[in-house]
């Protein structure tokens, strides 16, 4: 069961995943507006693999017998200078996530909850590899620099990301309950 402090911290944090995905998906359409579809793509999976983690929060905060709330997701921005200072982003807010879900691991700590600190392991290990990933997509954008070719290669390479659920992630928990 789950404290009230404790069910707030994560739908709280939930709500910081649905703003992650909001941004991403609003990079995706600036970078469509400037016909970088290779970033575009990339954002998408991105703002994809966001909600995925709001919704494997909120999923996690039923099944502890707490309430689910959807809270109001602030507007982000809707423009951007260059794909370096997309990505400069990217690569801040990752940063400032990964010290969220650590301020997370202390309240779970500090509310003596060993199965959601035992949960919140998954989004440690996560911020690891998002923030390992923004720092060599920033990289490779900044070492393109104002060269067109090696944008375009850049674009071009990032297009391949492909999305992914995480391992036991239900989208549609519902429809296969039936
Ligand atoms: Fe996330
Ligand atoms: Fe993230």
């Known amino acids: ?5 404790m069910n707030e ?3 709280v944090q939930a709500n910081r995943e649905l703003y992650s995905s909001y941004l991403y998906l609003s990079m995706s359409y600036y970078f469509e507006s400037v016909n970088m579809l290779g970033f575009a793509s ?9 909600l995925v983690h709001a919704m494997k929060m909120l999923d996690y905060v039923v099944s502890a ?6 809270l109001a997701v602030e507007g982000p921005r809707v423009f951007w200078a260059s794909p370096k200072e997309a990505f ?7 940063r400032a996530v990964t010290g969220l879900i650590h301020s ?20 440690v290990d996560e911020q690891v590899e998002e923030e390992e990933s923004s720092d060599s997509v920033l990289k490779l954008v900044l070492a393109a620099g104002d060269d ?23 989208m549609f ?4 309950a039936q």
Not at 1 to 5: G, I, P, R
Not at 173 to 176: C, K, L, M, T
């Open 104 to 123: 997370l691991v202390g309240v779970a700590e500090a509310e003596k909850d060993e199965a959601t600190r035992s949960f919140l392991q998954w989004y």
């Open 9 to 11: 911290a994560l739908n």
């Open 148 to 170: 067109d070719a090696a944008l375009l290669a850049a674009d071009r390479e990032l297009g391949h990301r492909s999305f992914k659920f995480p391992r036991g992630f239900e």
């Open 1 to 5: 069961m789950l404290s009230e402090k």
């Open 88 to 94: 400069g982003q990217v690569w801040d807010h990752e």
């Open 42 to 50: 990339w954002m998408r999976v991105q703002a994809g693999e966001e």
């Open 65 to 70: 017998g707490g309430r689910a709330r959807v």
């Open 173 to 176: 928990p519902y429809a296969s």
